[in-house]
């Protein structure tokens, strides 16, 4: 490893920690390119693997100040990344075996749509709505299931997914949907590297310089997460500007190669 692919590894980790701890997702979406196109993987399922790695270790990070912070629902957390865990494993043994074009383009057209669920208007919840329900726990749970499969299919964390499943299936908050979809990012993207690892597909060299640039984007990122967690249409609207943004990249990219 030379310096060049050092800094590239540190600055492209801190830009994924910073996106990760700002919007609670989109991490492995960007990392994934930024370790093929910038630091300079020549295998795409390694830079997966090692992607799904360093993403985990800074979404647990993440995780902890937004938890220091009481920014997290524990229990719909907790069941969504147990129940979710099961979805991961064994969507990314699926994903090995698909081609990996095919299922950029796909989940390209899955962020736009994600993205215009989340400009939606939502309703101001009273301070007697509940959060942690029987039935939103179970709703959770069926989401975790389709999320976390999708999460392992695709070789990303999930937060594009988890944030709006945990706003739709219990009606939390955007900051505290943030918040409590890390510990399932964080475990998601560590079942999904374990799974490449176990096939030799994880490069751990630059996956510690990963995490190690994105343990101090990812600091700055959740910093302005909790100063515009009060102001939840702003954060909405940035997160469906990124994903509008990383689907365009996706679907151009993906696209060119399938036509060609």
Do not use: E
């Not at 090692?50 to 220091?68: K, R």
Request: proline letters at 2%.
């Amino acid at each position: 490893m030379d310096l060049l692919q050092t800094i590239t590894s540190l600055g492209s980790g801190a830009a994924v920690g910073f996106v990760l701890g700002l919007i609670g997702g989109g991490g492995s979406i960007l990392a994934t390119p930024l370790l093929l196109y910038v630091v300079g993987i020549a295998q795409p399922h390694v830079a997966i693997g090692t992607g799904a790695l360093a993403v985990s270790a800074n979404a647990y990070a993440n995780f902890a100040t937004h938890a220091f912070r009481r920014n997290v629902c524990w229990t719909c957390a907790i069941v969504f990344a147990l129940v979710g865990t099961l979805g991961a494993l064994g969507g990314s043994t699926l994903g090995k075996a698909i081609d990996g074009q095919q299922l950029l383009f796909l989940f390209g057209l899955v962020m736009v749509v994600v993205g215009i669920a989340m400009l939606r208007p939502r309703r101001d919840r009273d301070t007697a709505h509940q959060v942690t329900t029987p039935r939103n726990c179970v709703r959770a749970a069926l989401a975790a299931l389709l999320a976390g499969g999708a999460s392992g299919f695709f070789g990303i964390g999930g937060g594009f997914l988890i944030v709006p499943a945990l706003i739709l299936a219990t009606g939390m908050s955007m900051s505290n949907a943030v918040g409590s979809s890390l510990l399932a990012v964080g475990t998601f993207g560590l079942a999904t590297a374990l799974n490449y690892a176990a096939s030799g597909l994880v490069d751990w060299g630059i996956a510690g310089l990963f995490i190690a640039g994105g343990l101090v984007g990812g600091s700055l990122g959740t910093r302005l997460s909790l100063r515009l967690g009060a102001r939840r249409n702003t954060l909405a609207r940035i997160f469906a500007a990124i994903v509008f943004v990383v689907a365009a990249y996706i679907l151009y990219r993906s696209g060119s190669a399938l036509l060609a």
